[in-house]
């Protein structure tokens, strides 16, 4: 059901590590550029790439599960 999928989502979300949290809810829900986040966090932009991708796989791996 749709809010057991919503329940796997948040707590997938809460084991995230903190900075792929972050990214995520930087690029998703504020909708900023990669290299926008980067400068926000003091980041290189491969490193927030990866940090979204991770984040992202992880997601999705909780809400297929």
């Known amino acids: 059901s749709n809010r057991e999928a919503m329940a ?3 707590v997938a979300f809460g084991k995230l590590p903190p900075a792929q949290r972050e990214a995520f809810v930087m690029k998703e ?3 900023m550029s990669i290299a926008e986040i980067a400068a926000a966090t003091g980041s290189n932009e491969e490193a ?4 979204v991708r991770y984040a992202t796989a992880k997601l999705r791996e ?3 599960g």
């Open 8 to 10: 796997r989502f948040a």
């Open 29 to 31: 829900e504020a909708e």
């Open 48 to 51: 927030v790439k990866s940090r």
């Open 62 to 64: 909780a809400l297929d």
